[in-house]
């Protein structure tokens, strides 16, 4: 086969892929502000991709904003809302997730082309794609309609969103409890192709496990020392070979026993994982199209439509 024509192929099926209609909630489109906000998707592109240049880790934590906020409760912008009892402070963001000033730019952005009519929820759901779309070759636009939540559940998200411990078993549980497969949990965690972890998150890993590949564990030992309150905050990237590109090294990395956190090497153990992990360091083509197909599942997770929910002027706060 020509290979131009099977680089186009490709690409037309991610465009497919992450701009197909969901059968769950056919209320999402991607076309959903074509007439009431034009120019969305540039003036928050442009926002993006400013942040991103500006420090490249960026892109990372804005696709984890979107993971945080859509397992707890939905993709409703509840992780956006400020006040001690929200889900800022829950135990996998407080000191962790990022973003929040990159997102009030956006929103500040697209409220000068277009008052009162673009929820944060979409904003962060627009944002997370372009992250992806700025380090890989994936392209499409997301499905939007979403309205934002007025309230945050600090305890859904300490009970939701699986922590770097997690086993494997965990893992698979707490994705099929908001409808994602196995399969879905593997690509998405193949997001860890890109970003930084802090040495809390991986300390256990390279101590008290042998299944870490030696000269790894050495490697982060020197920079993230046993005791805790040492180096708790020095960061080291979750992919060892490639880690501002979004390719499938995080795969290969499984395979050879690189990955960074218990969770992360907990795909590639023994377990009923083995193979889809195999299968993605094999195909990077591959893992990209079930990536794309997994972010339009986990995007669909109980959105806010019609009246339900509002439209916040401000992301940190209700109106």
Not at 20 to 46: H, M, R
Not at 161 to 174: D, G, T
Request: charged share 20%; with cysteine.
């Amino acid at each position: 086969m020509d290979s131009s024509f099977s680089k186009l192929s490709q690409a037309l099926l991610l465009v497919v892929l992450w701009g197909i209609i969901s059968s769950c909630d056919a209320q999402l489109s991607t076309d959903f502000y074509s007439e009431s906000c034009p120019d969305l998707f540039p003036t928050v592109k442009s926002t993006v991709h400013s942040a991103i240049k500006k420090e490249a880790r960026m892109g990372a934590s804005l696709l984890r904003l979107f993971f945080h906020d859509c397992f707890v409760n939905g993709c409703d912008g509840s992780l956006l809302l400020d006040g001690a009892s929200g889900e800022k402070n829950a135990a996998p963001n407080v000191n962790s997730a990022r973003g929040f000033d990159v997102m009030d730019d956006i929103k500040s952005a697209v409220e000068n082309v277009c008052p009162d009519v673009v929820s944060c929820a979409d904003i962060l759901a627009i944002a997370a794609r372009d992250s992806v779309v700025l380090v890989s070759h994936i392209s499409g636009r997301p499905q939007l309609g979403r309205r934002d939540a007025r309230t945050a559940s600090q305890a859904a998200a300490n009970s939701s969103i699986p922590p770097p411990a997690s086993n494997l078993k965990h893992l698979i549980s707490s994705f099929k409890a908001v409808a994602l497969s196995t399969k879905d949990m593997v690509a998405l965690s193949g997001a860890h192709t890109i970003g930084l972890a802090s040495c809390t998150t991986f300390r256990a890993h390279l101590y008290n496990e042998s299944n870490i590949d030696c000269f790894l564990a050495k490697t982060r030992q020197r920079h993230c020392p046993s005791s805790s309150g040492s180096g708790d905050n020095n960061l080291a990237p979750l992919d060892v070979h490639t880690p501002t590109h979004f390719d499938n090294k995080y795969f290969k990395n499984l395979i050879g026993k690189r990955g960074l956190l218990h969770s992360d090497q907990q795909l590639f153990s023994g377990g009923s994982t083995d193979s889809i992990v195999w299968a993605y360091s094999k195909s990077s083509r591959h893992f990209r199209s079930d990536f794309v197909e997994a972010m339009i599942k986990m995007g669909d997770i109980s959105p806010l439509t019609g009246s339900q929910g509002e439209i916040r002027q401000n992301c940190r706060k209700a109106n």
